[in-house]
């Protein structure tokens, strides 16, 4: 193996510095990294972000096509990147098609 190998990367320690609870299945956002929390992670706390797989998260009330790059705003995913000076972070990849009032859709984190 690699001497400068460090990890498969499928995973991130997290610290929760908000006042907060974040809750198991959560979108998360490290940085411009979005993940999912493994388990609850207390304000204050440290835990495990999911950063690879396909998670079910809640949507904007909009269409989603499989393959469409998905971004986060809110603790929702959208389809929209947003302007230059206010760019969401990629979420990952829809995994199905959602219809307008669908609530969540299945996403591939981060691709």
Do not use: C
């Amino acid at each position: 193996m690699a001497k400068n190998y460090q990890q498969d990367g499928k995973t991130l320690d997290f610290q929760n510095t908000g006042a907060t609870d974040i809750h198991s299945g959560d979108a998360v956002l490290s940085g411009s990294l979005v993940g999912v929390a493994h388990d609850d992670i207390p304000a204050g706390l440290w835990g495990v972000l999911h950063t690879s797989g396909v998670f079910v998260l809640p949507k904007a009330a909009e269409a989603v096509t499989v393959g469409q790059k998905l971004y986060l705003a809110d603790g929702k995913l959208t389809a929209e990147a947003g302007e230059a000076a206010a760019l969401k972070p990629l979420a990952g990849t829809a995994w199905a098609t959602a219809e307008v009032d669908a609530v969540s859709v299945p996403v591939r984190l981060g691709y």
